[in-house]
């Protein structure tokens, strides 16, 4: 006769392959890692877009004042279109006129500064046109 504890065993179940509460935290310390890297360079990223986007503004904004000073439509103290005071913060348009040359054409050089978001002055966006000399009838200078 056997003994009766002989018969009793004590099997574990089978382990099912899962992940421990360690292995839960890296992964979710590694995410969390990833994820603020990522906003970081999300931010610059759209910081960057943002002073491009200026930028394209600002040369367009100077083309159309140099645009209005050919055609001798505006007065030099109002180049700037009105919503340029909207994107553009503090926005400064400065002019400086060339001395003719052979042909009569005047270089006009058109600088315009701004500050970004966050109060520091930007790099001025400049352009330069060459325009015909004003007739005596027409009155005016550039």
């Not at 040369?59 to 000073?69: F, H, I, K």
């Not at 994107?87 to 970004?116: F, H």
């Amino acid at each position: 006769m056997k003994h009766p504890t002989a018969q009793l065993s004590f099997r574990l179940p089978p382990r099912r392959p899962a992940f421990t509460l360690v292995e839960l935290a890296i992964a979710i310390t590694l995410l969390g890692a990833v994820f603020a890297v990522l906003g970081q360079f999300l931010v610059r990223w759209e910081a960057a877009r943002r002073a491009a986007d200026d930028r394209i503004f600002a040369l367009q904004t100077l083309e159309c004042a140099l645009e209005r000073l050919s055609a001798r439509r505006e007065v030099q103290d109002d180049l700037l279109p009105a919503g340029a005071g909207e994107r553009l913060r503090t926005p400064q348009l400065s002019m400086e006129y060339g001395t003719p040359d052979d042909a009569g054409l005047t270089a006009v050089t058109a600088r315009l500064t701004w500050q970004n978001a966050e109060g520091q002055q930007v790099t001025p966006v400049v352009l330069t046109a060459w325009l015909p000399p004003v007739n005596a009838a027409e009155g005016g200078s550039p």
